[in-house]
Every structure is written in C-alpha cells, then in structure tokens.
C-alpha cells in the first residue's frame, strides 16, 4: 500500500499569513501514461463531507480560490494558502489514487492563531 | 445538478448488516466509478472499494473483503453497500463518492454524498 505522511498534524497560522501542509508519499504516484501525478488535496470543515480542492497535484478543482496552490518535487507534495481566510478553518487531506489500495493522509487540521 | 444522495442514518446491533444507498442523479451513472469511504467519529478517511456502475464490477479493500458487498441499479441510478457482521468499530459516516475524470485522466472524488451515519451499539 502506498502510504502518505501529512505534516504538521496541526497548525495555527494567523490570518492573513501563509498556510503550508506537506504529504509525503512512500512511492511514485506518477502516471507515466499521462504524466500526471495522482495526488489529490481535499477540504473537509465541520459536520460537511470533504471537497475535492486540487487533483494532479496542482490543478484546482473549479471554484477553488486562487490562494490555495500545489506543488510537487518528486514524491513530497505541498498544499499551500497563500493567505489564509477565515473560511479556510478546516481538516485538509491527501489522497493518493494511483494505486489500489486508495489512500489518503491521516489528515491536518488547520485553525486561527 | 450532479449530485449523490444517501440514505438515512441507521442504528444497528453488533452481527446485523447494514445496506446504504447512494442515489446519483445529474450526470451519466454508468460513465463513473463510485467509490465508499468511510470516517469514524473523529478520525480520519478511509477508503472501503469500488463498484463499476456500468459492469458491476467491484475492488475492495482487503481490510473488508468478505464482509462488504457493493452493487448497482443501473435503472435507477443508485449504488448500494452493504457491511456485514457489523462491530462497534464499524460506528462511522459512510460516504458515496464519484471517482471524476477529465479528458486528461482521472481527478480523484470529485462529489461527495453527504454521508450516512452508521451506529453499531448492542
């Protein structure tokens, strides 16, 4: 099983300031027919099932702000707030879906300092 | 608009089974995969397996070969799972998710149902 590491488990970053959550996978997710990374970003707030937000590891899913942004190098990818709103409290996750079993990273939960 | 609805929340006894819905609506049922995650109260996602719409085929997670069983109704659009000899640990949301696609490849879940609380408790 391809396993992904989120760090931090939390994090608390002033409004306003820049957000940054890493997923490290244990291998490849590249689809060499495509050369597409198949890594996915989601938003999950409180008592709302999660929300695709950036799929191919840095292509924002419709509708998405423009200050949330992904990024690559290798196997470690990064979710990035540039600014961080307040609607933007929530649980993010990776996933990976190149490879069965789907996996996902055990999530980082992200608050207001 | 495109969109997946779930059945209801269910209360069940340790053994019984559970069978969810997930009806699809605004989209071509047959041209997605639906895949079945599921979160126990404050943890994380997990990933159940899938169910082909247009073959009936199905993958599962290893974890619930056995005691999972995931079917269709093309007539009516709706994706079913059913978990069986269900166990206090089993106590979860379980979500219905479309595996989306863009002409380039596959995008990940890309619609959510909102989720069926499942409550195993004798």
């Known amino acids: 099983d391809i396993v992904l590491t989120q760090s931090p488990d939390s994090l608390a970053v002033s409004l306003g300031e820049r957000a940054t959550i890493t997923c490290k996978s244990s291998?490849?997710?590249?689809?060499?027919?495509?050369?597409?990374?198949?890594l996915a970003w989601y938003q999950q707030k409180q008592g709302q099932p999660p929300k695709l937000f950036i799929y191919?590891?840095?292509t924002r899913e419709s509708g998405v702000p423009d200050r949330f942004s992904g990024s690559v190098s290798g196997t470690d990818f990064t979710l990035t707030i540039s600014s961080l709103q307040p609607e933007d409290v929530a649980v993010y996750y990776c996933q990976q879906y190149y490879g069965l079993p789907v996996t996902f990273g055990q999530g980082t939960r992200l608050e207001i300092k | 608009q495109e969109q997946l609805v779930q059945s209801g929340a269910e209360v069940k006894k340790p053994g019984a089974s559970v069978r969810v819905s997930c009806a699809a609506s605004?989209?071509?049922?047959?041209?997605?995969?639906i895949h079945w995650v599921r979160q126990a109260p404050g943890q994380g996602l997990e990933w159940m397996g899938w169910t082909n719409p247009y073959t009936g085929g199905t993958f599962y997670a290893q974890k619930f070969q056995g005691r999972v069983t995931m079917t269709r109704d093309k007539s009516i659009t709706t994706a079913y799972m059913e978990l069986a000899r269900l166990r206090s640990d089993d106590t979860a949301v379980y979500y219905c998710v479309r595996d989306g696609k863009a002409l380039a490849g596959n995008i990940g879940f890309d619609i959510w149902g909102r989720g069926t609380m499942v409550t195993v408790s004798s």
């Open positions: 605004g989209y071509m049922f047959t041209g997605y995969y």
């Open positions: 291998q490849s997710v590249l689809n060499g027919a495509n050369s597409k990374n198949y």
């Open positions: 191919w590891a840095s």
